[in-house]
């Protein structure tokens, strides 16, 4: 029995026909999760393409570059991951376009701080994952406090918001409101104070 050749050609884009929604490499998409109780899965599209079967069927797939959840790295949740925090992975697959839900949106962490209302597609990112080495890159932002705990843009207490020293404009001074309150604003202060850089 002869085996079946496939003939394999990179796509532009190709189209969600249930929500007429067109899907690029770069894109970022929501994939369909095994387990059917489980929030989809979040990865950024690599490449396209479509596979043509002797049999004349045609299979579309994409390589898809993964976010990870922080529950789902090697160090889990900690208290400054926001529920909307994901982690840019060096882990790629490839995956059915059927499994494809619909496109969403990473932000920067600098762009998601910004935003009023966040919709359910709307997701951030300021950390990139090993996931053979389990080790963590800290990306676009390194606002920590003094304390070293950094910063969760979902707590609103006023205690845990973030502050900046606009006249020394250093970035070491972005500290959480009341870690600030304990310490002595001065020059010696701001020679002397260094980044904590904390990782997940």
Partial sequence: MG?????????????????????????QVLLK??????PPYVARVDKLESNFKRNGKVEVKARVQWYYKPEDTSQGR??????????????????????ILGKCT????????????VGDEEFYCRFEYNAVTEQFTLGDSDWSCICGRLYNP?????????VQCYGCKLRSEINHSICKDHVKMDSTFRRNVKMKHVLP
Avoid: W
């Avoid at 400054?80 to 059927?98: A, I, M, P, R, W």
């Fill in 3 to 27: 085996k079946t050749t496939q003939r394999k050609h990179d796509l532009e884009y190709f189209t969600i026909e249930k929500i007429e929604q067109v899907v690029r490499a770069g894109d």
């Fill in 33 to 38: 999760s095994p387990k059917p109780n489980e």
């Fill in 78 to 99: 900690k208290d400054y991951h926001g529920t909307k925090e994901l982690f840019l992975s060096n882990h790629y697959d490839t995956q059915s376009v059927d499994c």
């Fill in 106 to 117: 990473v932000h920067s962490f600098r762009d998601y701080v910004k935003l009023g209302n």
């Fill in 154 to 162: 979902d707590h609103s207490p006023a205690a845990q918001m973030m």
